[in-house]
């Protein structure tokens, strides 16, 4: 072979070589920049989704912050938790003192809303201990488990996200989010859900602060009845709708019979166990239905709906019996009480409460007259000027 063929032929490998070296030096630098586009898309992608995710929590904080009910906070926190994790079943649990108070939501895709599912009390059983959470929790459905026996789950569902609420020094109860498919929440999922979690703890605690603020303006601290300001509310709307539809009601006033003598007696903490005991018998006395409330001082004010008068008295009868079968002990002795009531029914169109609440007053200050003890129908008397009870 001559020299110039050795010479050409080296040529020729050295320029493969090269060759071979550039392309995977290209190749090299394609991957490089495959890895760099992924990153960038990915890293832009993480971006958007934060971002997505700090207007989603800013929306919700608007959202919370502007209501007081529960379950108004609960249709926002589902409905802003389903643009992140589709296809969830929500269920809220708030601790109170012997039960959970549960709120259940799942996606309504028919109708396009959020409806409350249910609301229930539920005993605090195993369910317990996720109050005491300090971050969020994922369960599995394993395969050797029976339907429905892992926490409650749905038949449905495979996987169980379990965030805790709390509030500044005390836990408020918790969120279970439960989805189809199993290990369908991310990190990021999680991440997401807590945050939206603490967003709505906040305005849940506000929430019931405010129910018991409400509560406790219609409610009587001593017997736990309804207060007069309550009474007057629902008892106005109760006339209103009796008028309206010409159905019967009537209303009992009722007091306790020598109460004065009683705090003289035994003081007034004694007195106080009566009232209390006259509000447990009220309770046991009266029906689902009707108005029960602590008018003021040893008077109480009951209201019967869909009831005349010539019924409302053997109701009257049964509440007057059970009061003068009670019992109290102090000072190493035991008493009784008795009760004078009194009753008037709705005469249709023309009557209101204010008008029911005198006739009624009217009947048991003639009960108080005739002797103390006994029920007096408004209808049975001739009402005359008002006047002071005789005594009490």
Same mark, same amino acid.
Not at 104 to 130: C, D, H, M, Q
Not at 132 to 152: D, M, S, T, W, Y
């Given at each position: 072979m001559s020299d110039d063929l050795v010479l050409l032929r080296r040529r020729l490998e050295r320029e493969k070589l090269a060759r071979r070296q550039a392309e995977q030096i290209a190749e090299?630098?394609?991957?490089?920049?495959?890895?760099?586009?992924?990153?960038?898309?990915? *890293?832009? %992608? *993480?971006?958007?989704?934060m971002k997505n995710e700090v207007e989603l929590l800013l929306n919700a904080l608007e959202a919370f912050t502007s209501r007081l009910e529960i379950s108004e906070i609960a249709e926002h926190l589902h409905r802003f938790l389903i643009q992140v994790i589709p296809r969830q !079943?929500?269920?809220? !649990?708030?601790?109170?003192? &012997?039960?959970?108070?549960?709120?259940?939501?799942r996606e309504n895709t028919t109708e396009g809303g959020i409806p409350v599912v249910g609301e229930e009390a539920a005993p605090l059983g195993k369910w317990a201990s996720f109050v005491e959470l300090k971050g969020p929790q994922v369960i599995q459905r394993g395969v050797e488990e029976k339907e429905g026996e892992i926490h409650g789950l749905q038949a449905e569902s495979a996987s169980l996200?379990?965030?805790p609420l709390s509030a500044p020094g005390h836990p408020l109860g918790f969120i279970t989010i439960e989805s189809p498919q199993p290990g369908s929440f991310t990190k990021d999922h999680i991440r997401f859900a807590q945050a939206l979690a603490n967003e709505? $703890?906040?305005?849940?605690? #506000?929430a019931l602060l405010f129910r018991e603020v409400k509560r406790l303006s219609l409610t009587d601290p001593l017997t736990g009845l309804n207060n007069r300001r309550s009474f007057d509310h629902s008892a106005r709307q109760m006339v209103g709708v009796a008028i309206r539809h010409q159905r019967p009601l009537s209303v009992l006033m009722l007091d306790?019979?020598?109460f004065k003598k009683?705090?003289? /007696? !035994? +003081?007034? %903490?004694?007195?106080?166990?009566?009232?209390?005991?006259? *509000?447990?018998?009220?309770?046991?006395?009266?029906?689902? /239905?009707?108005?029960? $409330?602590?008018?003021? +001082?040893e008077e109480f004010s009951l209201l019967f709906p869909?009831? @005349?008068?010539? &019924? *409302?008295? @053997?109701? %009257?009868?049964?509440?007057?019996? $059970?009061?003068? $079968?009670?019992?109290?002990?102090a000072a190493g002795q035991t008493f009784s009480i008795t009760a004078s009531l009194g009753i008037s029914e709705c005469s249709g169109e023309g009557d209101s409460l204010e008008s029911l609440l005198e006739r009624s007053d009217a009947a048991? !200050?003639?009960?108080?007259?005739? +002797?103390? #003890?006994? /029920?007096?129908?408004? +209808? /049975?008397?001739t009402p005359g000027p008002a006047a002071d009870y005789p005594g009490s």
């Amino acid at each position: 072979m001559s020299d110039d063929l050795v010479l050409l032929r080296r040529r020729l490998e050295r320029e493969k070589l090269a060759r071979r070296q550039a392309e995977q030096i290209a190749e090299e630098k394609s991957r490089a920049i495959y890895v760099k586009s992924r990153e960038l898309e990915e *890293a832009l %992608a *993480a971006e958007s989704r934060m971002k997505n995710e700090v207007e989603l929590l800013l929306n919700a904080l608007e959202a919370f912050t502007s209501r007081l009910e529960i379950s108004e906070i609960a249709e926002h926190l589902h409905r802003f938790l389903i643009q992140v994790i589709p296809r969830q !079943y929500l269920k809220l !649990y708030l601790r109170m003192e &012997d039960h959970f108070q549960v709120l259940s939501l799942r996606e309504n895709t028919t109708e396009g809303g959020i409806p409350v599912v249910g609301e229930e009390a539920a005993p605090l059983g195993k369910w317990a201990s996720f109050v005491e959470l300090k971050g969020p929790q994922v369960i599995q459905r394993g395969v050797e488990e029976k339907e429905g026996e892992i926490h409650g789950l749905q038949a449905e569902s495979a996987s169980l996200l379990v965030l805790p609420l709390s509030a500044p020094g005390h836990p408020l109860g918790f969120i279970t989010i439960e989805s189809p498919q199993p290990g369908s929440f991310t990190k990021d999922h999680i991440r997401f859900a807590q945050a939206l979690a603490n967003e709505a $703890a906040v305005a849940l605690e #506000n929430a019931l602060l405010f129910r018991e603020v409400k509560r406790l303006s219609l409610t009587d601290p001593l017997t736990g009845l309804n207060n007069r300001r309550s009474f007057d509310h629902s008892a106005r709307q109760m006339v209103g709708v009796a008028i309206r539809h010409q159905r019967p009601l009537s209303v009992l006033m009722l007091d306790i019979d020598f109460f004065k003598k009683v705090n003289d /007696t !035994y +003081g007034h %903490a004694v007195g106080d166990q009566v009232l209390t005991g006259m *509000a447990q018998v009220c309770r046991q006395s009266i029906r689902s /239905t009707d108005l029960l $409330a602590r008018f003021g +001082g040893e008077e109480f004010s009951l209201l019967f709906p869909e009831t @005349p008068e010539d &019924d *409302a008295r @053997p109701l %009257a009868e049964r509440l007057r019996q $059970a009061i003068s $079968a009670l019992v109290f002990e102090a000072a190493g002795q035991t008493f009784s009480i008795t009760a004078s009531l009194g009753i008037s029914e709705c005469s249709g169109e023309g009557d209101s409460l204010e008008s029911l609440l005198e006739r009624s007053d009217a009947a048991l !200050y003639q009960a108080k007259k005739a +002797g103390r #003890n006994r /029920t007096v129908l408004w +209808g /049975t008397i001739t009402p005359g000027p008002a006047a002071d009870y005789p005594g009490s």
